[in-house]
T-cell receptor
């Protein structure tokens, strides 16, 4: 079945550092890809998405590019802030199936 | 206005009790879901309804029974609660079963003691 693998956390960075969280997927067909974010004590929020190969999703300074050839959707941000501390989930969806999530990566940004 | 709202946000209850979590969406979506997030933050689909009809039922104990009185509501009832049911339960919705974006509620933190 479909699956998502993302890098194990936790990731700890200093403010203004560059962030990469790796995500790779296995799916039949051509899934849509998502990054969701969960801030401490809160629910899941959609951060960005891409629906076809070579699409780039972006929001709040975060970016991810749908790479079909490497089945990847890595999340990047050029300069993280303390307020970016959260758990980040990579997810995919094929057709009418529900979202399949990765295990989440906890990011802690220190001032 | 909150798009997907669920209540209660926090629930502490004893083993063996029966409890319900309610969910409502005001987005006009046809499809609603329940996800469970365990202590390791792993998220997994439990159920999905489309226009009040059950369309996805993952391997979930019979003690969990979803009910959808109309397409804007999907409630989750849990009988005979066990310690292992402690988790965060997320309600979600999408325009259609294949609708691209799924919107989540804020979660219900259930603790069974």
């Amino acid at each position: 079945g479909d699956s998502v693998t993302q890098m194990e956390g936790p990731v700890t960075l200093s403010e203004e550092a560059f962030l990469t969280i790796n995500c790779t997927y296995t799916a039949t067909g051509y899934p849509s890809l998502f990054w969701y974010v969960q801030y401490p004590g809160e629910g899941l929020q959609l951060l960005l998405k891409a629906t076809k190969a070579d699409d780039k999703g972006s929001n709040k300074g975060f970016e991810a590019t749908y790479r079909k050839e490497t089945t990847s959707f890595h999340l990047e941000k050029g300069s993280v802030q303390v307020s970016d501390s959260a758990v980040y989930f990579c997810a995919l969806r094929s057709g009418n199936t529900p979202l399949v999530f990765g295990k989440g990566t906890r990011l802690s940004v220190i001032a | 206005d909150t798009a997907v709202s669920q209540t209660p946000k926090y629930l502490v209850t004893q083993m063996g009790n029966d409890k319900s979590i309610k969910c409502e969406q005001n987005l006009g979506h046809d499809t609603m879901y329940w996800y469970k997030q365990d202590s390791k933050k792993f998220l997994k689909i439990m159920f999905s309804y489309n226009n009040k009809e059950l369309i996805i039922n993952e391997t979930v104990p019979n003690r969990f029974s979803p009910k959808s009185p109309d397409k804007a509501h999907l409630n989750l009832h849990i009988n005979s609660l066990e310690l292992g049911d402690s988790a965060v339960y997320f309600c979600a919705s999408s325009l259609t079963p294949g609708g691209n974006t799924i919107y989540f509620g804020e979660g219900s933190w259930l603790t069974v003691v």
